[in-house]
């Protein structure tokens, strides 16, 4: 059975979301939520108590929030206002989800301006040069390769003035404490597969309703979002945030503690590597490394015959030979960037699974490199 790093790709299920959505299965839910009838608003509850708990965890109201199918989907709609408008100031960086970028280039497309914020070389955001007149900016709390940890709110306080601010907190959500409210975000966006919970549902909460308008119109989510409500994922990811809830600070303090033991030895046991933003804020259960003269694909391969699911970046980039942006963004040449591979640790990892992987992983980048200078 392999053993499984790639959190920031999608968590795996966690017990307790299986056990509770197994209950919700044998009770019957299952009916539509728009529907009047028993089964309707049996399924309608439990929309709306999914609602409830998730707007409890971030700090924000019920009313705030708008289930969605994921991330992407909640970054589009949070955009979609901006860009169905006349020319506008926008704001972003180079790092961003590749749903941003997207986003991005077709706002540029249409006529409005687009401004990237430098990256530097360690990964940071450098926004000392930050206009204060955007009417949109959009920017990631935590990068989901580097697991650099950006501080949104500094940027929020000192250079916006009447425009919006979207926080992707996809990446962020579950690992670190993030309030909607407190940090006045005026958009946020989620993702339930990055917590624990099933894929397909996500979720973004917005200040004012007026501050989105719906990609598609349909008189579900109070007509903010067409189509029938996704009402065991909203449910799944209420009961991932229900288990945070609890020992949410605990699970990440563990986590920390077993990644920081997993690059302390490997740095003592592999020569030439290089630890992305080690200095830096960061993600505690995210290790991204660079292996200096190691094709990180065969890296990568050659983990997963030995039972390890690592990645290289972006779950939405993999299967394919280009560098990551993100990297490219930081300076990092192509072949650097090529060398490089994220670790990120879960709920589900014990002190064992770290051990396994310190004892392989030497020998592996061992035999990589050999076999590129043949």
Known sequence: MS???DHNATSLLRPTVVEGLQKALREGIGGNPS?????????????????????????????????????????????????????????????EHSCVLSNARKAARSGHHVDYIPVRTDGSLDHSSIKSNYDLISLQ???????????????????????????DAVQIAGKAPISFSSLGFDLMTLAGHKLGALGGIGALIFEKESMITPVHEGSQERGLRAGTENVL???????????????????????ETLRDEFETQLME?????HITGKHLPRLGNTSHIKFDHVDGESLVTALDVEGFCVSMGAACSSGTIEPSHVLLAMGLSSEQAKSC??????????????????????????????????
């Open 3 to 5: 053993t499984y790093f």
């Open 35 to 95: 529907s009047v009838h028993a089964q309707g608003r049996k399924a309608k509850k439990l929309l709306e108590d999914a609602r409830q708990i998730t707007a409890d965890f971030f700090s924000c109201k019920p009313s705030q929030i708008l289930f969605t199918s994921g991330g992407s989907e909640s970054i589009r709609i949070g955009w979609e206002k901006t860009l169905a408008s006349s020319p506008k100031n926008i704001l972003t960086s180079k790092m």
């Open 141 to 167: 709390s935590a990068n989901n390769e580097t697991g650099i940890v950006h501080d949104l709110p500094h940027i929020k306080t000192h250079n916006v003035e009447n425009g919006l601010f979207l926080c």
């Open 233 to 255: 994922g909203a449910w799944s990811l209420a009961l991932s945030l229900i288990e945070l809830s609890e020992s949410g600070k605990q699970e990440c303090q563990r986590i």
């Open 269 to 273: 046991s592999i020569s030439d590597i």
């Open 341 to 374: 591979l994220r670790f990120s640790f879960g709920w589900n990892h014990k002190e064992s699974d770290i051990e396994k992987l310190l004892q392989t992983l030497p020998r592996l980048v061992e035999r990589t490199r050999k076999a590129s200078l043949t």
